[in-house]
């Protein structure tokens, strides 16, 4: 679907490098278990979001901070390779975030997350972003900083999109603040449970409009996701895939959901393209290594 704006997702929040090593389990306290370290890959929440709609044909922009270190050449590296706008990332004296992540022989994983002081937050720089984008795509950890960003967007015909996990919403009343503030919401099950007092069903998703959002996501991991608009609630068996490294998957289905909305498709043809996507990004370690394009999306479809 053409637009006139220039961009059209911006990904809100710093990127980080991901350390993978991979063992057989996550270590106990005061344990030393052997393992191997597989790399040091890009990774982070919204810049993964953007690589996968980037990959799949999305004009996007990265708005935040990396270090002055090896880890932010490389993530600004990456980004430039993808086609991703870093005119408004900016360069900080902080090292660059990171995440230790630990993946067992099944693909699944734990992690520690070492996040940037302070927050990207520049209300100039991120008008001028915003007033150029069709969605502004964030993880709100910080409500107050969530609210200047929604309203910024809003006021300039931008929608809102998050990603909210339990971490980000622990509480109900959390939970209902960022509905209020975004239009397209994407949840997991872990997150939609530590808020909700039933079963994960489309109806229980659907309650959730209520507070405020156009359509709200959830993903089910293996089994599959539920999407909730205002006029229908569908749900989305997962694809067959070779589990190698989980790491990215919710962000790899995030970003292409938005790909394929945005492009006009039914609802019902974005969660098949967005469940497809995420099936192909497992398929090797690290966030980023197996995001499909279009191709290789449409070749999944069809088989």
Known sequence: MASPRAIDLLAYGDPNADHIYLADRVPLADEKLLGRKLGVFGGGTAANVACAAARLGLKTAAFGRVGADADGTMLLAENAKLGISNDYMTVSDDPTASAMIIVNA???KALVYAPMPGVAFDEASLTKAVQQS?????????IEEFTAISRLARADGCLVAIDIEAAVAPNRERLEALLKLS????MNEPGFLATSAEPLTPDAVEKLLDFGPQLITVTRAAEGAISVSRDQALTQSSFPTSLVDATGAGDCFNGAFLAAHLAGA???????????AAAISVSAVGARTALPDIAQVQATLSA
């Open 106 to 108: 099944e693909g699944e």
């Open 134 to 142: 069709r969605v502004v795509y964030a993880m709100p950890y910080d």
């Open 183 to 186: 239009d397209i919401v994407f």
């Open 266 to 276: 039914s609802l019902a043809e974005t969660l098949r393209f967005a469940c497809a």
